[in-house]
């Protein structure tokens, strides 16, 4: 897997000393070629980390391992003996925090860790703006610029899925989460250091999303794929599941407000973009029916309201 020596690592306290122009290179790059990369040196207190990690951990002990394994009993899943294609086998649950948090109405948390995720959500959300306004730099869009296009009247929509990837007895027949994109904007996955699973789909090939200690992942949704006019795309990705371990994961999506206005930015427009312009809650409402299809019919869709009903929309999932 020689492909995984590349895989973009961005120290980001460069950004403040001599090596300023390589590390913003370095994240053009990633965006777009790689969809994803992996930044160090980010902000965040290690020791936050490290106590998010374990009270994660201890939540699924205590409060969600049982349900995950009722939830194997009702599909019958516990002896998969053929493949399937339909079900995810990861254990989530959803905290939302713009914009109006839902935190104190989430049950099953404790107060310390309740407390500590407000904390971290903060935090990221400090962090995606942040790396919104290097975006806009690297792109030549004015500061603010994507901040203010997500903000619609009510603000950005900003949530977090906190998911664990029990151990699975038979790997090859089932995805922990099946491939898909992102709908919404950049999203911040802070990802088991140990553990292994994600991985994205490049030149045709998956490649691993290493796990690295105190990193934090971030990818782009399919917003900034229209906003950029396709300058940076968002990347099929999927989990697969293992044998040996549990993988925790927590993945914060920084998205438009629902009642945003997406269109591909006019400076990034050379004649006629191909892509559309919507209302963002029109195209969740879409996505949450076909999340695990690719991405350009929904494109196609949202050009033409009528076409919606013809990409056969499926069961709606849970969606940021
Ligand atoms: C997602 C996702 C990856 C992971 O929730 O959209 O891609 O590692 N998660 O949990
Ligand atoms: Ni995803």
């Not at 990347?235 to 998205?255: D, L, P, W």
């Amino acid at each position: 897997m020689e492909k995984n020596i590349k895989f973009p690592v961005v120290d980001l306290s460069k950004l403040n000393g001599e090596e300023r122009d390589q590390t913003m290179s370095l994240i053009n790059d990633a965006c777009e070629n790689w969809g994803f990369f992996e930044i160090v040196n980010h902000g965040l207190p290690h020791d936050l980390m490290d106590k998010v990690e374990k009270m994660t951990k201890e939540h699924y002990k205590n409060s969600m391992e049982q349900k995950f394994n009722d939830m194997l009993k009702s599909k019958g899943l516990e002896k998969l003996e053929t493949e399937v294609e339909d079900v995810d086998w990861e254990s989530t649950f959803y905290l939302r925090h713009l914009p109006k948090s839902n935190l104190n109405d989430v049950p099953d948390m404790s107060d310390e860790y309740r407390t500590t995720m407000k904390d971290f959500g903060k935090r990221l959300e400090d962090l995606a703006e942040d790396l919104l306004d290097l975006l806009c730099e690297n792109l030549g869009l004015e500061k603010g610029y994507l901040k203010k296009v997500f903000h619609g009247t009510i603000g950005p929509t900003f949530g977090t899925k906190v998911s664990n990837y029990p151990p699975c007895p038979k790997p090859e027949m089932i995805k922990g989460l099946r491939a898909h994109t992102d709908a919404g904007g950049l999203i911040l996955l802070f990802q088991d250091d140990k553990v292994s699973g994600l991985q994205l789909l490049k030149d045709g090939d998956w490649v691993d999303v290493p796990p690295l200690n105190h990193s934090i992942v971030i990818n782009l949704g399919d917003q900034l794929e229209v906003i950029t006019n396709g300058k940076y795309k968002s990347v099929s990705h999927r989990v697969v599941t293992q044998k040996e371990g549990n993988r925790m994961s927590i993945a914060s999506f920084y998205n438009p407000g629902s009642d945003a206005e997406i269109s591909p930015a006019s400076s990034l427009v050379e004649k006629e973009s191909e892509y559309p312009s919507f209302v963002f809650d029109d195209y969740m409402k879409l996505y949450a029916g076909v999340k695990f299809q690719p991405k350009e019919p929904r494109f196609e869709a949202m050009k033409n309201a009528s076409a919606v009903t013809e990409l056969n929309p499926t069961a709606a999932v849970e969606t940021f």
